[in-house]
């Protein structure tokens, strides 16, 4: 049987050596005063996944807290410059408010002297008041959608760099991927998936929201191309994260699957802009994000 799957074929959360990667990258040395070292894992894009640097920076603020059980209320990264994915990281935490009930942090993340990305992040106890919540969208259960490699299989030159990155994460879509939509001629709006941690996340609350904090990143845009019937793979796309933000409403436990539901609301200027809401399995909004994107199309030339 192969490495990481059950006897039934799925598979198997207790061990994943690519989620052991994440934890890895996650676990950030200290090297200083406020000062703090990551690394990449084995698989890389052509430049630092900006999901990795926001969740390392998010990894800097909260232990530099001098509460440590202080939940995050807010983060936002504005992405400056690409990473070198062959050289480490130094995440330098500046101390900016630090009060019984709030904290502020803003964490530069540095290679070589060259500014890679800025993050500010808020932690606020704030205690019980007002709740209110947009409802979870109706979809199946994670379990009745097929695994990712299956939606992969058939696609493996079209997308080599899905097939080919690094899969911390389980995905299950409740609707056709980019790809397969694209081959079948349709467009769709929005994009929602069930995302949950390839393996055991250990029993502390930042390192389940790091790893939510790395998966926003992953389909936060797609809504952006599937709502013009484009898909990465088939047509000329080049997509950079500009700025990403994200607001805690309630701690997230990653060990259990979470709905990531995200559409678009505008495109104009070569700039799209996507947004989702993360619900956990009761159905209440666990995060909001909202990412703006670099996005040029390329359109094929006339016959």
Known sequence: MPAGLESDGEPNTDFS????????????????????LGSHPSKNPMRTFGG????????ASSRSLIRDDLPPSALSVHFVNGGDTTK??????????????????????????????????????????????VEPPQVGEALAQPPLRELLRGYEE????????????????????????RDKGER????????KALGKVPDDPVLHTATMVYSSDTTVLD???????LSWGFDRIFAASANHSVWFHRQVDFNDWVLYST?????????????????????????????EGVLKYFPPSGP
């Open 263 to 291: 559409s678009s609301p505008v495109a104009a200027d070569s700039r799209g802009l996507g947004t989702g809401h993360f619900f956990d399995g009761t159905g209440q909004i666990v995060a909001t994000v909202v990412q």
């Open 158 to 181: 079209t997308v080599p760099h899905f097939v080919n990155a690094l899969q911390p994460i389980e995905w299950r879509y409740t609707n056709d991927p980019a790809w397969v939509m």
């Open 188 to 195: 769709l709006p929005h994009n929602r998936v069930w995302l």
């Open 88 to 133: 480490d990281i130094e995440f330098h935490v500046s101390r900016l408010r630090d009060e019984r009930r709030f904290a502020n942090r803003r964490v530069d993340a540095v290679q070589d002297g060259t500014l890679l990305s800025s993050a500010m992040i808020a932690y606020m106890s704030g205690g019980r008041g007002l709740e209110h919540a």
């Open 52 to 59: 990795q640097l926001m969740a390392q920076s998010f990894v």
């Open 223 to 229: 809504s952006v191309i599937t709502r013009h019937g």
């Open 17 to 36: 050596p690519d989620f052991e990667e994440l934890l890895a990258v996650l676990d950030l040395n200290r090297v200083g005063d406020d000062r703090f």
